[in-house]
Each structure stands twice: as structure tokens, then as C-alpha cells.
């Protein structure tokens, strides 16, 4: 006998900490995606290959073999072989050849298709340095997370499962391996600067740096980014296998420095720095596997997100005052309100889940009898009156759930209309309808 729950499944309550999992994610041993971490990271974090430095032959082979995992896993990779490579002038007059990877994943939406959301991780080390352990210093060559193996290995995976749902992309993504970050990020200097020739169409970037040590915790930092932070709080109101600590401090650079000075909206995802002395080549089982898996997923759901959602704004305020008094058709982002639109007195778009969505909604009978389940993203319009109107899905999961979920957002009551310069504005808001069933637990 199957109960039907329909709920919303708030990660507050799902779990009791940031960066808390669910206990028995991977308890049945390595999934497919752990096994494909552990073979990225063997390859690129081998002693073999005698670290990546910028321009180092071990950098030229990691870029060889993303490149080919891109292809294997059916990207298009628009960079050579062994990537793309650009020099770097030295101190000495010599040119240093680093390079980076870059493959595509085109969106399906003819309006958006031509807008980029860029997912990056570096692919060079530190190279050699000196380490103490017990008291005894010893040359030193970063490998496994501190080299961010971790993070290339996500990228990868991240790249594959992308490519796999690209009809649920609207925006195209491009998905890169940066050479000679560790050289004043080089290799994003240069995409930007010199390869990439539609710079002014990618909307959004998400780095991936050092995310494989998620004992430490799991943290998004955004600079602070309005929009992009929206995003990890929407997100809050589905069920996800962990949640990273939005920061308002800078963990570390990285190549979203590069994007941030073009003005594009950028979100790191990392688990933080590993003391040196605890990140010996011999040391590989520092990176958490399982959790990185739970990670990649979070990160999957927060770019395919990214990628269907509003156009997130470098900095909301400027924007505002640049486009001056409102036309009456104007949208904005409900986030971008002086004053947020609210329902029942309450600004919080979950508490609209709870009180009005998963209060009316119905499971359809023929996906029950079909046991489909998901999470419908559906956007709409609270006008200046506060009527709700031109609900859309955005992500559709069943046409039955597809339907269900804009029937009770169009029948929604009246809100309290957002409000910029003291005038009512036509707000846009994009909210996930979570359907999911779930068997009755035999006594």
C-alpha cells in the first residue's frame, strides 16, 4: 500500500547543521561517480607526474586527459588536444606555454542559447615547496585536494551528468580547466582577454577549488552577489544532500577574481584550505569521496538553476539607478525590490510554499500510478496589484506535475506587490514545486 506525501522538504529541518549529510548517502559502497573521482584524482594527482606546475609537463598531461574525458563524455571540446595554450612572459625573458581546456554544452532555449554560464576549476599546483612533519622539513610536492585534483575531478563528473540532461539546459554552459591560476590566474586572464571573443554574453561563472575535504565543511562564497546567493536560498526549499555555508568573507582567490573585475556575477564552491603539513603525496585518503558526490550534486542543482533562471545582476542597485524611472513594463527580480513582495505579510517565498502550494496542490492520480516524482520549477509575475500571472514552467518534470503546479500558483490569492523608489513594481519570481512520493513503512 503507497501513501502519497506531498510536502516541502526545507533543508533547515532536513538537516541539523550546515554542511551536515544524510546519513547512508553511499553507505552500499562507491557509486559510479566516487569510482570516476578516484581515477581522475589517481591520474592527476600521481607522483608520476611530478606536480602541475604552470607550463610543466604534468600540467600539459592533465590537460590532455581532461580534454579526453570532456570528449568520452560527449562535450563539445573547443580547445586542441592538449588544450589551448598561451605564453606567459618571465622575469627572465623566457615565455612559459600553460593552457587551458574548454568545452561546450550548447542550451536548448532559442532566446537564451546564445548566453553562457562558464564552470571552472584550475588545473595547476603550488609545484614544490617545503613541508614540516614531526619536526623534520622535507621538499614537498602538492598533489590530491591542495593541487585540486578534488575540484578537476568534479568538474569533470559535473561536465558529464550536464551533458547527459542538456535538454533541461536553456542556457549553453561552458565548462573549462584553467592553466596557471597559481600564476595570477593566467589562464582566466586570458580566456577573457583573448580567446573567448562573446565575453559580454556569459551571464554567470561557478569555480570549483579545492572541494574535496568536506569534513572540514562546504562553503559558496559569492561576494556577496545578491542574485547568486538567491539562488543557494531557493535552493534551501527543495531536498538536497547537503547545503553549502553561504560566506560573506573571501576563503581564498581563485579564477573568479577574473570574472568579478569583468563585472560577471561569480560563485566559489569550496571546502576550505588544508594545512600543508597535513597534504603529503602519501596522504591521497584526505579526500572524502562520498562527499564530494554529495557536493557535485548540490553544485548540479545550483547551475542547472543558474542556468534556467533570471538573469542574475552583477550589482542589483546599479543597475537599478541606471535604468531610472519605470515604463510601467518593467520586471525585477523580486530580490531586487527596495521592498520584497510578500504573501500573507511574509517575504520568505518558502513560507508561500507552505501555506498556500502544499496546502492545495494534489498529486495527480496517473503519476502516482506511475510512481513519477520531482521538483517543477515554475516561474511568474506578482504584478503591481499583486496579482499573480504569466506562470511558466521553467523545468518540467510530468506534464500531469508540469500542470499541477502552475493550476495552484495561477489560483494563489493576492500578495502585497514589491515596491523600488517608492513606486509598485512588476516583480519576477522563480520558485521549485517539489512532488514526491513515498512508500508506507511496513510495521
Known amino acids: 500500500m503507497r501513501r502519497v506525501l506531498l510536502s516541502i522538504f526545507l533543508l533547515v529541518l532536513a538537516l541539523t547543521a550546515a554542511g551536515q549529510y544524510r546519513a547512508g548517502y553511499s553507505d552500499l559502497g562507491d557509486s559510479e561517480t566516487v569510482s570516476a573521482f578516484k581515477e581522475h584524482v589517481s591520474f592527476i594527482a600521481s607522483p608520476a607526474r611530478e606536480g602541475r606546475a604552470p607550463g610543466s609537463e604534468g600540467e600539459r598531461e592533465t590537460a590532455g586527459y581532461v580534454s579526453s574525458k570532456f570528449g568520452?563524455?560527449?562535450?563539445?571540446?573547443?580547445?586542441?588536444?592538449?588544450?589551448?595554450?598561451?605564453?606567459?612572459?618571465?622575469?627572465?625573458?623566457?615565455?612559459?606555454?600553460?593552457?587551458?581546456?574548454?568545452?561546450?554544452?550548447?542550451?536548448?532555449?532559442?532566446?537564451l542559447k546564445d548566453k553562457y554560464i562558464v564552470i571552472a576549476a584550475r588545473m595547476d599546483n603550488l609545484g614544490t615547496g617545503t613541508i614540516t612533519v614531526d619536526g623534520v622539513s622535507r621538499k614537498h610536492i602538492y598533489y590530491g585536494a591542495n593541487g585540486n585534483a578534488s575540484g578537476l575531478a568534479m568538474l569533470m563528473e559535473l561536465a558529464g551528468k550536464?551533458?547527459?540532461?542538456?535538454?533541461?539546459?536553456?542556457?549553453?554552459?561552458?565548462?573549462?580547466?584553467?592553466?596557471?591560476?597559481?600564476?595570477?590566474?593566467?589562464?582566466?586572464?586570458?580566456?577573457?582577454?583573448?580567446?573567448?571573443?562573446?565575453?559580454?554574453?556569459?551571464?554567470?561563472?561557478?569555480?570549483?577549488?579545492?572541494?574535496?575535504?568536506?569534513?572540514?565543511?562546504?562553503?559558496?562564497?559569492?561576494?556577496?552577489?545578491?542574485?547568486?546567493?538567491?539562488?543557494?536560498?531557493?535552493?534551501?526549499?527543495?531536498?538536497?544532500?547537503?547545503?553549502?555555508?553561504?560566506?560573506?568573507?573571501?576563503?581564498f582567490q581563485s579564477d573568479y577574481m577574473a570574472f568579478y573585475n569583468k563585472e560577471i556575477p561569480s560563485i566559489l564552491f569550496t571546502t576550505g584550505r588544508i594545512?600543508?603539513?597535513?597534504?603529503?603525496?602519501?596522504?591521497?585518503?584526505?579526500?572524502?569521496?562520498?562527499?564530494?558526490?554529495?557536493?557535485?550534486?548540490?553544485?548540479?542543482?545550483?547551475?542547472?538553476?543558474?542556468?534556467n533562471g533570471p538573469k542574475p545582476i552583477f550589482n542589483p542597485d546599479s543597475e537599478i539607478?541606471?535604468?531610472?524611472?519605470?515604463?510601467?513594463?518593467?520586471?525585477?527580480?523580486?530580490?531586487?525590490?527596495?521592498?520584497?513582495?510578500?504573501?500573507?505579510?511574509?517575504?520568505?517565498?518558502?513560507?508561500?510554499?507552505?501555506?498556500?502550494?502544499?496546502?492545495?496542490?494534489?498529486?495527480?492520480?496517473?503519476?502516482?500510478?506511475?510512481?513519477i516524482q520531482g521538483k517543477v520549477l515554475v516561474d511568474f509575475i506578482i504584478d503591481e496589484k499583486g496579482k499573480v500571472r504569466d506562470a511558466k514552467v521553467l523545468r518540467g518534470v510530468d506534464p500531469d506535475l508540469d500542470e499541477e503546479a502552475l493550476r495552484v500558483i495561477n489560483a494563489s490569492p493576492?500578495?502585497?506587490?514589491?515596491?523600488?523608489?517608492?513606486?509598485?513594481?512588476?516583480?519576477?519570481?522563480?520558485?521549485?514545486?517539489?512532488?514526491?512520493?513515498?512508500?508506507?513503512?511496513?510495521?
Open 414 to 443: 493576492d500578495w502585497k506587490p514589491g515596491m523600488v523608489n517608492g513606486r509598485k513594481v512588476k516583480s519576477e519570481i522563480s520558485l521549485y514545486v517539489e512532488f514526491r512520493l513515498e512508500r508506507k513503512k511496513k510495521r
Open 275 to 307: 594545512p600543508e603539513n597535513n597534504t603529503p603525496k602519501d596522504r591521497p585518503e584526505i579526500l572524502n569521496y562520498e562527499m564530494m558526490e554529495q557536493e557535485m550534486e548540490y553544485v548540479y542543482n545550483y547551475v542547472v538553476s543558474l542556468a
Open 72 to 111: 568520452e563524455y560527449g562535450l563539445a571540446v573547443i580547445s586542441g588536444d592538449d588544450g589551448d595554450p598561451f605564453g606567459i612572459l618571465q622575469e627572465n625573458g623566457d615565455t612559459l606555454t600553460s593552457r587551458n581546456v574548454v568545452a561546450f554544452i550548447p542550451g536548448f532555449d532559442k532566446e
Open 321 to 371: 539607478k541606471r535604468r531610472g524611472l519605470f515604463n510601467g513594463n518593467d520586471v525585477i527580480p523580486y530580490y531586487d525590490c527596495d521592498r520584497k513582495p510578500s504573501f500573507l505579510g511574509n517575504t520568505d517565498p518558502a513560507f508561500f510554499l507552505q501555506k498556500w502550494v502544499y496546502q492545495y496542490v494534489r498529486y495527480p492520480d496517473a503519476a502516482v500510478r506511475d510512481g
Open 162 to 251: 550536464l551533458q547527459t540532461n542538456s535538454i533541461m539546459l536553456r542556457r549553453s554552459v561552458l565548462l573549462v580547466a584553467f592553466g596557471a591560476s597559481t600564476r595570477t590566474f593566467a589562464g582566466s586572464w586570458y580566456f577573457l582577454e583573448r580567446a573567448f571573443t562573446a565575453v559580454g554574453d556569459i551571464e554567470a561563472m561557478v569555480n570549483l577549488d579545492m572541494v574535496g575535504t568536506g569534513e572540514n565543511g562546504f562553503y559558496a562564497y559569492s561576494c556577496s552577489n545578491a542574485d547568486m546567493n538567491q539562488i543557494a536560498k531557493a535552493l534551501e526549499s527543495t531536498l538536497q544532500p547537503i547545503r553549502p555555508e553561504v560566506v560573506a568573507y573571501e576563503p
